[in-house]
């Protein structure tokens, strides 16, 4: 008994770091919309203009989800997950390096894309491990998301006012999305991310599957 309970308060704790990886990657999500101003005064952009770069984000988080379920098919959750939020802090870090609409636009559209893999990945490691408290389990991410948009552009703020540029926020959410991927390396284990909870609970409330 004792074994069980430290082995759940080991897995709460990895979901946890987990939950924080996806919190500040909401929070990233919320950046550009809060600095399109000073973005808008760095480049000349138009209103409708940088009205579709701060919406393109949701496009590619569309585009994002029919690969993933390809990827998550053949690789593991942990994998996809470490490779969304990859790829949505490098794609943050190179929007500061853009030269025009079109590296802009593609940037912000990448950030959609690693997003993707990594909701879609949170929600399935969520619902699968987490068998009798899947609701609860599945609204903590929901809960983290919302989080990181409320606090989101309280720390660019800062940032923003600490450095006096936009690259400063970019920079340093795209730092703590790689800081994040370490952390998920050195804690996080297979057991918990790779778990079957559910097809087993399944079968076992049903007895074998027979084909």
């Given at each position: 008994?004792?074994?069980?309970s430290?082995a759940?308060?080991?897995a ?12 500040l990657?909401a ?21 409708p203009?940088i009205?579709?770069?701060s ?5 590619g ?8 379920g ?19 802090s490098?794609?943050?870090?190179l ?5 025009g ?12 894309i ?5 909701a879609t ?9 987490f068998v009798?408290?899947r609701?609860?389990?599945i609204?903590?991410?929901n ?10 552009p309280?720390?660019?703020g800062?940032f ?7 690259h400063?926020?970019?920079?340093a959410?795209a730092?703590?999305g790689?800081a994040?991927?370490?952390?998920i390396?050195?804690?996080v ?10 097809a ?12």
């Open positions: 008994m004792e074994a069980k430290g759940s308060a080991t709460i704790a990895m979901y946890c770091v987990l939950l924080a990886a996806y919190s990657m929070a990233d999500r919320y950046l550009f919309p809060f600095l399109n101003s000073d973005v808008r005064k760095t480049f000349g952009f138009s209103v203009t009205g579709l770069l919406t393109i984000f949701t496009l988080l569309g585009i994002g989800g029919l690969p993933t390809y990827l998550l098919a053949h690789f593991s959750r942990k994998t996809v997950l470490l490779l969304g939020i990859a790829i949505f490098g794609a943050t870090a929007t500061t390096v853009a030269t609409f079109w590296t802009m636009l593609l940037c912000l559209a990448v950030t959609g690693g997003m993707a893999m990594l990945s949170m929600f399935a490691l969520a619902a699968s491990y009798k408290y609701a609860a389990a609204g903590s991410v809960f983290c998301y919302g989080l990181g948009g409320f606090y989101g309280i720390l660019a800062a923003l006012v600490s450095y006096k540029t936009w400063a926020p970019m920079l959410f730092g703590f790689f994040m991927i370490v952390l390396l050195l804690f284990r297979s057991w918990f991310s790779e778990t079957h909870r559910t087993q609970a399944r079968a076992g409330s049903v007895g074998p599957i027979r084909y």
